[in-house]
């Protein structure tokens, strides 16, 4: 605007120009108080994202500040100056018409309404008017001073105007300055009852998200429907929930109170935007609170009905197994006759059916069992996973018997049907055959008819079917028991079918007979004597030796049944013979001849058929001794392999001995029985050279399965003995080495005893070595914990909590001692003691080491890195400050202690220690009075302004990056850097030096023919950025002596392993923007 004029015309100009810029910079004041509030607003949610604001900010607001200044000055200069030049009047106008205007403009601000952000500007604007109002109390001083001596110069004068002007002055500056603060008192007022009541509407909507979260948080579910119903009853119980009907009652009150209000304030909407806004989000808040409640609830109740109807359903299932499994073992065995099995078999099948359609059931029940011990209470999804094996075994067991009985009676029912079938046919047969005997005998054939129709019947070709009949139909009534009817029916069956047989075959016998009295009667004795030739060469060929006639008990008695019956047979045509005798014509040579014939056939048939007799009683006899033979181990063999089933072993000596003394016994018994084995092998040998083709299979049957089951059982009697030897062996063994293990324990318990009562050092190299050895002597004696587990399979309450041994009891085999042997239960408690001991001296050897690093790092601790590195930790969880404090407050005064705070930042998870915590509390608690408030929380942690620096050298901006990033280092000796000369370093214990150069706005050094960052580089070579990684030896000279070849190998470092998230969080950190602001990257140059 150029300097003050020194005419009045001008310096009036100049006025005007500067009341015109005033305007302006009123109108600007409302934009810059946004900016100000937005860049607190955005440093109130993320410190670290304001940083790169702030600076700017404050230069506004610094110009800003001048840019006021200047206009005041300049206006009360230019004042002055017309004061000066003796414009008095003019001045007086002026200062009046600004009065006047400031009182039209305060009187505007009668009804001023709206959310904080409205009522700040106009707060802003009211001090722009104030300082305004500051700068012309000189302005006004002036002229009343200057009045005051231009009155006492002028006595005699009578009344001015310019009196009159300074009266309605100063009248006016009174009024003005009184209206001013009491417009400002006013807003203040509103301000605070504003933020007051945006303040409540926070705090509720703060708590409707927490409980939102808490709703949604993953809890496990009650499986059972006792503990279902409990934890749907205490969530309608619950504290949160009585809360919710309290906050959703205030919430409402300030939701009418924001309301009412809005309504008195009846301003434009822009003014209350934030209002609006708090309310909105407080309505949004208190709806969603109350549907996720009424979800949650509707979902327990839900979940409540699916628990009971799955229990439901369960015990239903479980009830019909019951019932299954009772009806399926009391059903009688298959039956030996066809109509009753058929009965049986479509019983069975319907209750199969009734099975398999509860396969869906059981599927249903498995996949819901499944969710609810997947996330259901621990102890009750043991009891769901217990139940749900339950059931799945017990219907597959179900299922299998009933697939079995199935089968049982399919095969039965064959069985039962070829029987059925073939008894029926050959009774057909019987009866057919013999009517239709009787009718062709009634007709009174000739002779050569009737030899005819006898020949036509060949009963003997029925005799196979017959006897396997007969067979079968015995073994049938053989399984029946002897109250069972069926037996009964099965013995008339029997009977009716030999009745009929013996009753055709006796008839075509007299029938034969019959036909050679015909012949004989009627002289025709060669036909006569012919038949009867032809039978007995018949029955000669039939009793020849070619025919085995040795076999199991039922064939030999069918066969000597069947010799019965030719013998009959033979004795009723010895009448025959007699009559030929008598009637031949001794002058006939051919008849005498033929007669001859007879009689010596019949000499040698009868003499035959005494030695079959006399075989068939010396068969039937061995027969009847094999089969007593193999009855009497078919009955020893189920004892004896019950005697030998396999039990657990006792594990005390007395009894391994009474075992022992009984197992001779039975081995005693096993030598008894072995003669009779031999006798069934001979026996069973012998029949089979010459047996009969229908019991070739009976008898291999019999032989296969007694010498089978005979060796296993000798190989079962064996296997017992060799056990009940070794476990013996083991007790007598476990004896010495149960005194060894107690020996150990008492001088290991000795020894930690001594250890107990030295005092820990506070040397951190003689800590580790103490921890080391400690270390070892843990080891050892977890390796003998392996021992005592194989004496007992008590596991101590000690192996479950500590970090270390922990015994494994499902997959170790319980040795053979007495669990209430003294001496078992003296190494048990040995043990636990010990082993308690020793995991208490690791614990103080690990926490003591911790301490006394966490004091070496409290040594280099700085707070600006620590509270950068929080910073950005917060931003990472895309967290709040703000929240860490309010989930801390205990106290009723808002305030956080020591302890609290302390348990707080470790429970959040912030990489960090105790020590460094209790320097940061003391930072945070200037006034100390032991707890820290708000204010002092969130300046402690609010970034320093950063003041523009001046413009820095290429060598100063390098030496700072490396200056900052050394810095990071957390090594008990921190990672030594020295500068040689310029752009010229020495890292670590290297007496090489590092080419640094500032490339492309970045700092680089040379390697070899390449470049690396900076971060690369300390990665490789600071050890506490280098941790885990395998990289060059970092305490190598980087110049090698001669003949030495470079190695890479494991850096391994001293720190003790509870600081790796410290160096992690560390390293993580020096990746920040340095001071320079620019990203430096260093190499390094052999």
């Known amino acids: 605007m150029g300097p003050i004029a020194t005419d009045i015309r001008s310096i009036k100009i100049q006025i005007e120009e500067v009341k015109i810029l005033k305007l302006q910079a009123v109108g600007k004041c409302v934009a810059i108080e946004g900016i100000n509030s937005s860049v607190q607003a955005l440093k109130n949610k993320s410190a670290v994202a304001a940083e790169n604001f702030i600076v700017a900010v404050e230069d506004i607001n610094t110009r800003w500040n001048k840019l006021v200044d200047g206009i005041f000055d300049r206006e009360q200069a230019l004042q002055d100056t017309l004061i000066k030049l003796g414009e008095l009047d003019t001045s007086l106008e002026d200062v009046n018409g600004y009065l006047q205007q400031v009182e039209e403009e305060l009187s505007d601000l009668d009804n001023v309404h709206g959310d904080p952000k409205y009522l700040e500007t106009h707060i802003k604007k009211l001090k722009m008017v104030q300082d305004d109002l500051d700068n012309q109390e000189a302005v006004v001083r002036a002229l009343n001073h200057n009045l005051a001596e231009m009155r006492a110069g002028d006595k005699g004068s009578k009344h001015s105007p310019l009196l009159d002007k300074q009266e309605e002055m100063n009248e006016l500056w009174k009024s003005v300055n009184s209206s001013l603060r009491d417009k400002r008192n006013r807003l203040q007022e509103k301000l605070t009852g504003v933020k007051s009541f945006l303040g409540d509407v926070e705090d509720v909507v703060n708590w409707l998200s927490d409980f939102e979260q808490t709703l949604k948080a993953v809890k496990t579910i009650g499986a059972l429907p006792d503990t279902a119903q409990k934890q749907c009853e205490k969530f309608n119980k619950s504290e949160h929930l009585i809360q919710l009907n309290a906050k959703n009652d205030q919430a409402h009150a300030l939701l009418t109170s924001g309301e009412e209000m809005l309504q008195a304030y009846n301003c434009h909407p822009f003014q209350t935007v934030q209002i609006r806004s708090s309310l909105a989000k407080l309505k949004r808040s208190c709806d969603a609170a109350k549907k996720q409640a009424k979800k949650k609830k509707l979902k327990l109740q839900e979940h409540l009905q699916n628990v009971t109807g799955f229990h439901s359903v369960m015990k239903i299932f479980t009830d019909w197994l019951i019932s299954g499994e009772t009806s399926l073992s009391k059903l009688k065995t298959p039956s030996k006759l066809v ?43 043991i009891v769901i996973r217990n139940q749900l094996l339950s059931i799945k075994l017990r219907w597959k067991r179900l299922l299998w018997k009933t697939e079995e009985r199935g089968r049982l009676l399919n095969s039965a029912y064959k069985e039962d049907k070829r029987f059925a079938d073939d008894w029926k046919e050959l009774v057909g047969w019987l009866d057919a055959t013999k009517e239709s005997l009787n009718k062709l005998m009634a007709q009174r054939p000739s002779p050569v008819r009737m030899k005819e129709i006898i020949d036509e019947i060949k009963i003997g070709r029925k005799h196979p079917r017959y006897y396997a009949t007969t067979r079968l139909g015995r073994n049938l009534k053989d399984r029946c028991t002897k109250t069972d009817p069926e037996r009964e029916v099965l013995s008339k069956m029997l009977d009716e079918l030999k009745t009929k047989w013996t009753s055709l075959r006796t008839e075509i016998s007299q029938k034969q007979t019959q036909l050679d009295s015909q012949l004989l009667e009627s002289g025709r004795l060669v036909e006569a004597s012919k038949s009867l030739i032809d039978w007995l060469e018949k029955m000669e060929d039939a009793l020849s030796d070619k025919h085995p006639t040795r076999g199991d008990q039922d064939t030999v008695h069918s066969l000597v049944e069947q010799h019965k019956a030719f013998q009959e047979e033979f004795d009723s045509r010895r009448s025959t013979l007699n009559t030929l005798q008598q009637t031949a014509n001794p002058e006939d040579p051919a008849v005498l001849q033929q007669l001859n014939t007879l009689n010596d056939l019949w000499a040698k048939v009868d003499l035959l058929s005494n030695q079959r007799e006399q075989l068939l009683q010396k068969n039937l006899k061995s027969a009847s001794e094999f089969q007593a033979a193999v009855n009497a181990l078919r009955d020893f063999l189920p004892q004896a392999e019950q005697e030998l089933k396999f039990q657990p072993l006792p594990e005390h000596e007395l009894a391994i001995l009474q075992l022992m003394e009984r197992h001779e016994n039975f081995e005693d018994q096993l030598q008894e029985m072995e003669p009779n084995v031999e006798s069934i092998k001979e026996l069973g040998e012998e029949i089979m050279e010459h047996c009969h083709p229908n019991a070739v299979r009976f008898v291999k049957y019999y032989l296969t399965i007694t010498h089978t089951r005979w060796e296993q059982l000798l190989e079962r009697s064996r296997g017992r003995r060799k056990r009940l030897e070794d476990a013996l062996e083991d007790i007598q063994g476990n004896l010495s080495r149960l005194e060894d293990l107690l020996a150990y324990l008492s001088d290991a318990e000795v020894l930690l005893l001594t250890k107990q009562e030295d005092e820990i050092p506070e040397t951190v190299s003689l800590v580790e070595d103490l921890l080391k050895q400690h270390m070892e002597f843990h080891e050892e004696l977890q390796e003998k914990g392996k021992e005592v587990e194989k004496f007992t399979a008590v596991q101590s309450d000690s192996s479950r909590t500590s970090a270390g041994y922990t015994p494994k009891l499902k997959t170790v ?61 917060v931003k990472t969880k895309k967290a709040r400050i703000t929240d860490f404090f309010r989930k801390q407050i205990k106290n009723e005064d808002g305030t956080i202690r020591r302890h609290d705070f302390i348990t707080g930042m470790l429970d959040s998870k912030f990489p960090t220690n105790k020590a460094e915590l209790n320097a940061v509390f003391n930072i945070f608690d200037r006034d100390r009075s032991g707890s820290i408030n708000y204010r002092e929380f969130i300046e402690a942690l609010r970034p320093v302004a950063k003041k523009p620096k001046r413009h820095m050298s290429e060598q100063e901006l390098v030496h700072d990056e490396i200056e900052r990033e050394v810095s990071t280092c957390k090594c008990r000796s921190q990672f030594k850097v020295e500068k040689v000369d310029q752009g010229k370093y020495r890292f670590g214990d290297s007496q090489k030096m590092v080419l640094v150069r500032f490339l492309n706005s970045t700092v680089m050094v040379r390697v070899g023919g390449g470049w690396v960052t900076l971060q690369k580089f300390l990665e490789n070579h600071d050890p506490c950025k280098a941790k885990g990684r395998t990289n060059t030896e970092l305490r190598e000279q980087f110049t090698l002596a001669d003949g030495t070849a470079q190695s890479r190998a494991s850096f391994s470092s001293r720190r003790h392993s509870g600081k790796a998230s410290n160096s992690g969080s560390d390293a993580g950190y020096s990746s920040a923007s340095s001071s320079a602001g620019i990203k430096c990257m260093l190499t390094f140059c052999y």
């Open 813 to 873: 085999q319980r040795e053979l001692l007495d669990p209430n042997n003294p001496m078992v239960t003296q190494l048990q408690h040995r043990w636990r003691d010990v082993w308690r001991m020793s995991v208490d001296r690791k614990k103080r050897l690990h926490d003591h080491l911790e301490h006394l690093l966490e004091l070496e790092s409290v040594k280099n601790f700085n707070f600006e890195l620590w509270r950068q590195r929080y910073l950005a930790w």
């Open 339 to 381: 109509e009753p099995i058929e009965r049986q078999i479509k019983a069975h099948r319907d209750f199969h059916d009734d099975v398999e359609t509860h396969k869906e059931i059981v599927d249903r029940l498995d996949r819901t069992g499944t969710y609810l011990k997947y996330y259901g209470a621990k102890h009750d999804a």
